[in-house]
């Protein structure tokens, strides 16, 4: 029983054999574009902030540098310049490699670009879900949602 318990406190000890926290997850549905359907992609790195590319923003980073396969959903992309001005946002979502990209599409509704959309942000303590819907310029529509279980603060 001894040796058990010993056994038992080392794997749960051993940073190697660890499972790392998903920091944020995100599904997205594209109606349109090669890459139509249900997607989902998650981070143990990275993930959501707030107030680091100003003092009311808020920002998305999901990839994974590691995945090669070309039609994943490798990567999602969110800033949101002043959170009170949501319905000024850029989402990109791609696909594949991080280099090398096979598939990209990007609602950007700030001034002066093209695409259009609507974007929610319920935070909550330390944790937020994010709600997205739009169409790229080439007509593609965009669906998802964000759960950022953790939010890097700055100045925090």
């Known amino acids: 029983m001894k040796r058990s318990a010993c ?4 794997v749960m ?9 998903e920091t944020a997850t995100a599904t997205v549905t594209l109606s349109g574009g090669v890459n139509a359907g249900n997607h989902q992609a998650a981070t143990e790195r990275g993930g959501c902030s707030t107030g680091l590319t100003g003092a009311n ?18 990567s999602v992309q969110l800033d949101v310049p002043d959170k009170s ?13 991080l280099i090398g990209r096979t598939a990209s599409y990007t609602i ?11 974007i929610t942000i319920t935070e909550s303590g330390s944790t937020a879900t994010v709600k997205f819907s739009g169409t790229t310029a080439d007509g593609v529509k965009l669906e998802g949602t964000i759960d950022c ?4 603060k700055a100045g925090r």
């Open 7 to 10: 056994l038992a406190a080392l």
């Open 108 to 118: 950007d509704t700030r001034a002066g670009k093209k695409g259009n959309g609507a």
């Open 57 to 74: 923003s808020f920002g998305v980073q999901i990839s994974n540098p590691k995945d090669k396969d070309p039609k994943k959903l490798n």
């Open 85 to 97: 001005r949501a319905n000024q946002f850029v989402v990109t979502v791609g696909f594949g490699p």
């Open 13 to 21: 000890s051993s940073p190697l054999l660890a499972v790392a926290a």
């Open 149 to 152: 279980k953790s939010i890097l």
